[in-house]
């Protein structure tokens, strides 16, 4: 078989949306600046951690030199709101994780907005983190492209092989996720409900499928 790389996207891909981190940046400003509702009405949807917190600072009237204490906060709250409401991965993409994880020429990648100590948060009460090989960051670009670029470069870094574009792909929910899969040149795969997909699909996506996935035709339709 020859090698694939998967790479996946954390929330609204292999998470439900649960409003952890929406919960957790409430938290956040109104400990830090008594504005609970700095980030009501603004989309997180396929965003970077760091260019969230940006905005928010923005909203409330503060600089950006104060991202590293929300940051900070941000990552206390988000840990207690995974203890109290537990797992929010989507079953499906529990199974397909562990299949592909249990195939030999299968490497399993992350690309995700999220900073690396939330993802690792997010993904723990799934057991899913221990699955993947490596990954990009939201503390490392605000470029998904950039992300989906770095983790390919780990990857081939860690198996010593270079994987050809026609076999890696990049699973995710948002526009950003088509866009970066497609300015790779690698196998884009949108996930949606089936309202959600028509934009995936414009953007050029090459698979769609609703968040509960079918793990086998995934498999033979992805990988071929
Ligand atoms: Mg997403």
Do not use: W
């Amino acid at each position: 078989m020859q090698p694939f790389l998967a790479l996946f996207d954390i929330d609204g891909t292999l998470l439900r949306p649960s409003g952890l981190g929406r919960r957790s940046l409430a938290h956040t400003f109104s400990e830090l600046y008594a504005r609970p509702e700095a980030f009501d009405g603004i989309s997180f949807t396929g965003r970077t951690d760091r260019d969230i917190f940006r905005e928010g600072l923005a909203v409330v009237g503060r600089s950006d030199d104060e991202i590293h204490q929300v940051e900070e906060r941000y990552l206390v709250h988000l840990e207690r709101e995974v203890q109290q409401r537990g797992d929010s991965a989507e079953p499906a993409m529990v199974q397909l994780i562990r299949r592909l994880s249990g195939m030999a020429h299968v490497t399993l990648g992350l690309v995700t907005g999220n900073v690396r100590r939330a993802a690792t948060l997010k993904l723990a009460p799934s057991g899913l983190n221990e699955h993947f090989h490596c990954g990009a960051f939201g503390c490392e670009s605000h470029d998904r492209a950039e992300l989906v670029r770095r983790a390919i470069g780990r990857a081939e870094q860690l198996r010593g092989q270079s994987f050809p574009r026609s076999r890696i792909c990049h699973v995710g929910d948002a526009a950003s996720d088509i866009l970066a899969a497609r300015d790779n040149g690698i196998i884009a795969v949108g996930i949606g409900a089936a309202d959600a997909t028509a934009e995936l699909v414009r953007l050029g996506a090459h698979h769609l499928y609703a968040p509960d996935v079918p793990v086998e035709r995934f498999v033979v339709e992805v990988l071929g």
